[in-house]
Nanobody, 119 residues
Framework: QVQLVESGGGLVQPGGSLRLSCLASGSISNIGAIGWYRQSPGKERELVAMQLNNGRTNYAEFVQGRFTISRDNAKNTVTVYLQMNNLEPDDTAVYYC???????????WGQGTAVTVSP
């Protein structure tokens, strides 16, 4: 199993920046892709950005070049970041880290970190 712990959320003004972090531990060798989803009140959870093990990335259209996903691989952990710039009120949501397994039904979710964009 993979354990995911997010951090870095908070309150930011429109136009500001935040960097989210997600620390993955456990069966990290079974991670095929890792990245971020978000869920706003009253809306379904949606993809923000994912990165495959080969480095390819997939961004949601609403990112529009404002967000960048990156990752650091250590011996026993993987840390994935989401750099968010030029934040807008519509970016207000709980952001969840997700890992997708290579073998078996072992996708994992973090507990989420809240981002609020408000004057």
């Amino acid at each position: 199993q993979v354990q995911l712990v997010e951090s870095g959320g908070g309150l930011v003004q429109p136009g500001g920046s935040l960097r989210l972090s997600c620390l993955a531990s456990g069966s990290i060798s079974n991670i095929g892709a890792i990245g971020w989803y978000r869920q706003s009140p009253g809306k379904e959870r949606e993809l923000v950005a994912m990165q495959l093990n080969n480095g390819r990335t997939n961004y949601a259209e609403f990112v529009q070049g404002r967000f960048t996903i990156s990752r650091d691989n250590a011996k026993n952990t993987v840390t994935v970041y989401l750099q968010m710039n030029n934040l807008e009120p519509d970016d207000t949501a709980v952001y969840y880290c997700k890992s997708q397994s290579v073998f078996g039904p072992f996708d994992a979710w973090g507990q989420g970190t809240a981002v609020t964009v408000s004057p």
